[in-house]
């Protein structure tokens, strides 16, 4: 395959969708063949089914498969904690025991194909543990980012209605520690759904008191187990349940199926990111986020990669040569991040010469994708002038699981064009279309759509709610997949993602939905209503602002409401939020039919012209607006 050029690949994958992805099906182990790549129910409504007929186990081919090839002694997961001070190797055939046996546990308990286990864990190698445990026994794994507050969690926990919770007694951030087992324990009042049992992996550094009902301690739940066997599951059964932000407070749960999502995986780590089997592979994300399922958990592991697993941060753990100093110590191959944490690097590193000065040997790096939010040209260059590797920005999203668009290191490298991910991957069909559903000419922004049906590891709907799949993603533009970004194709065909058509924001490098923090302020008693948009920031790329209007008898001072729902957000919401700044208005500005205009504002604060829209209601209220964000830093 990589003789071919990637334009034409692109080509045979959208021409023959069924030979491509039956040729790309022949990497991964199937415990029963699939005979045909995709089926397609109705293209109109809703995304194809891959690999129907076909049996496989994720677990199998992220370890069995491996360590019965004689690859037991490979380093699995190397365990960077540099908030912890631990470093450690766990090596495939490790790993499987120890999946195996906690798998062994679950099953014991009564867990069975189909059932759900909400995940709540830090960085650590039992994260990693319990996700392959559950997809070895045919359970459906949700993960759950630690950053989020107990409400969040309560909100997950009773849309997947999970039998069993696996938490860890705390994370360590850089400046403290965080008592998940606590934000746990209030998720669990506040849910109306009550799991079976929770398993608490103890850390040293906070020992949590197992004092609910159905507590019960990591050790002892393994203690004595068997190791079991994985279990045959359909292609298209789910693996596992991601919540993502929608437009409103309620998350959306993205179900990705088995089979799609190994095959589409594996092609893209050879393929995309050009590592092969052996090869050292750090996500630096989360576990919590859809990168952190693909690019640390399931995509390193099918493809016998070394994947690092990173409990820290770009800075401040313990300083701006984290990155570097782990790529060196472990010869990783490829880095993948955010855009935000090269920009933290680069702030405290503007010129490079920590870099220089280390004497890091960063020879083994070859090079630098990212992803997550748009990459700024000033991050690229000083990437590029640090590292001088090529450094990629590819554009996906949770419901995708993989790149739309990328520059495939692995069939041909393309040159970079700053502000670009490149062209659009083998398997998608991406348009750029008007309001109207008509294509767009090159260089024209518009709504970017991909036609279905989407290519396999791309979601296969939403957990409990068809309806929504359908309206978010299929109603506006038949038979496409609405993206919610908007953006243009250039005369070469490089794409361009300038920014997001709906209320969802991005803030170092995580999508978070403008509706559930407003929400939250709203819920304030002195609050008549609000609006949160994304303020530019030069470190998270957006932060959220609050416009806040009072009710006419408020009981609380201006500061105390303001300081007041920044400790609303955190608690209900969670620190990754990130907001802290409000500013008090007396109106919000609005349509004469009451519509909030929140791109005219977003505009505002982003210093992009605006046209006054001829339906506002009053137009004196923008310039309120202006102004009152200008006094913002
Ligand atoms: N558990 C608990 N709290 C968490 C958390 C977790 N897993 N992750 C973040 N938080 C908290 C942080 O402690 C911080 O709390 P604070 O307000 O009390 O300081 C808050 O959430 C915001 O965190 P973060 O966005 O990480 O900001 P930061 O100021 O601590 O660090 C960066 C800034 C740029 C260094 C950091 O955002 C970063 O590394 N970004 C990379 C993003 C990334 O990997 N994105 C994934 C997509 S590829
Ligand atoms: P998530 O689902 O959390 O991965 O967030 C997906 C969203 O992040 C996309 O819809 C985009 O808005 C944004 N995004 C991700 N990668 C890029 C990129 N390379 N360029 C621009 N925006 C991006």
Same mark, same amino acid.
């Given at each position: 395959m990589k003789a071919t050029g990637v334009r034409q690949l692109h080509k045979q994958s959208i021409e023959s969708p069924n030979n491509f992805w039956l040729e790309a099906a022949s990497h991964i182990q199937w415990f029963k063949e699939p005979t045909a790549a995709c089926s397609v129910e109705d293209l109109s409504k809703t995304t194809a089914l891959w690999f129907e007929g076909g049996e496989l186990n994720s677990c199998y081919n992220a370890l069995d498969y491996h360590v019965e090839n004689g690859f037991g002694d490979q380093t699995a997961i190397i365990y960077e904690s540099p908030v912890t001070q631990v470093s450690k190797k766990i090596s495939y055939a490790e790993l499987l025991y120890d999946v195996s046996v906690f798998a062994g546990a679950l099953a014991l308990q009564g867990l069975v194909k189909g059932d759900r286990v909400v995940i709540y864990m830090p960085m650590i190698p039992q994260a990693v543990v319990a996700m392959l445990a559950c997809a070895r026994i045919g359970v459906i794994h949700s993960v759950v980012f630690g950053g989020f507050a107990a409400n969040e969690l309560a909100t997950r926990i009773d849309d997947a209605l999970p039998k069993a919770i696996i938490t860890a007694s705390c994370g360590v951030e850089v400046n403290r520690v965080i008592d998940y087992k606590a934000l746990l324990n209030n998720a669990l009042d506040l849910a109306q759904h009550k799991p079976e049992f929770q398993v608490i992996y103890q850390r040293s550094q906070a020992i949590a008191n197992l004092d609910r009902d159905g507590d019960i301690d990591w050790l002892i739940f393994v203690e004595g187990q068997k190791p079991v066997e994985c279990v045959s599951v359909s292609a298209t059964d789910p693996l596992y349940i991601l919540y993502t932000s929608g437009t409103t407070g309620k998350p959306k749960g993205v179900i990705r199926d088995n089979a799609g999502h190994c095959v589409a995986l594996k092609w893209s780590m050879q393929n995309i990111y050009n590592v092969n089997p052996g090869d050292v592979f750090w996500g630096a994300s989360d576990i919590g986020w859809v990168v952190g399922h693909s690019y640390i958990v399931y995509g390193p592991l099918f493809n016998r990669n070394t994947t690092v697993l990173y409990e820290g941060k770009p800075i401040g753990t313990p300083d701006a040569l984290a990155f570097w100093r782990v790529a060196a110590k472990h010869k990783v191959k490829v880095l993948f991040t955010a855009p935000t944490a090269i920009r933290a690097i680069k702030k405290e590193d503007p010129l490079g010469e920590l870099v220089k000065k280390s004497g890091f040997d960063l020879s083994s790096l070859s090079a630098l994708f990212l992803a997550g939010e748009r990459s700024d040209p000033d991050t690229l260059e000083w990437a590029e002038k640090q590292l001088k590797i090529p450094i990629i920005d590819h554009w996906w999203q949770t419901e995708t699981g993989w790149s739309i668009c990328a520059n495939c290191l692995g069939v041909e490298e393309l040159p970079v064009i700053q502000g670009s991910p490149t062209l659009p991957v083998p398997g998608y069909q991406l348009e750029v279309l008007d309001k109207n559903g008509e294509t767009l000419e090159s260089g024209i922004v518009g709504a970017l759509v991909i036609k279905t049906p989407l290519p396999p590891g791309s979601f296969s709907g939403l957990w409990n709610d068809e309806q929504r799949f359908n309206s978010s993603y299929f109603l506006n533009y038949p038979g496409y997949y609405e993206t919610g970004d908007a953006g243009y194709i250039d005369e070469n065909g490089y794409v361009f993602v300038m920014s997001r058509t709906d209320d969802i924001i991005n803030v170092a490098g995580h999508r978070l939905s403008t509706g559930a923090i407003e929400e939250v302020i709203a *819920?304030? *008693? /002195?609050?008549a209503e609000c609006a949160v948009i994304g303020f530019p920031c030069e470190l998270k790329g957006e932060i959220p602002v609050a416009l806040i209007v009072l009710n006419s &008898? &408020? &009981?609380?001072s201006h500061e105390d409401i303001q300081a007041v729902t920044v400790q609303m957000v955190r608690e &209900?919401?969670?620190?990754?939020?990130?907001y802290r700044q409000s500013v008090i208005i007396t109106a919000l500005p609005k349509t004469r039919s009451g519509k909030v205009l929140r791109s005219t504002m977003k505009k505002i604060a982003q210093h992009q012209e605006y046209d006054l829209p001829a339906?506002? /209601? /009053?137009?004196n209220v923008l310039l309120q607006i202006g102004s009152a964000l200008t006094n913002l830093s």
């Open positions: *819920s304030h *008693s /002195d609050i &008898q &408020q &009981q609380n &209900q919401l969670g620190a990754v939020y990130s339906t506002i /209601d /009053d137009p």
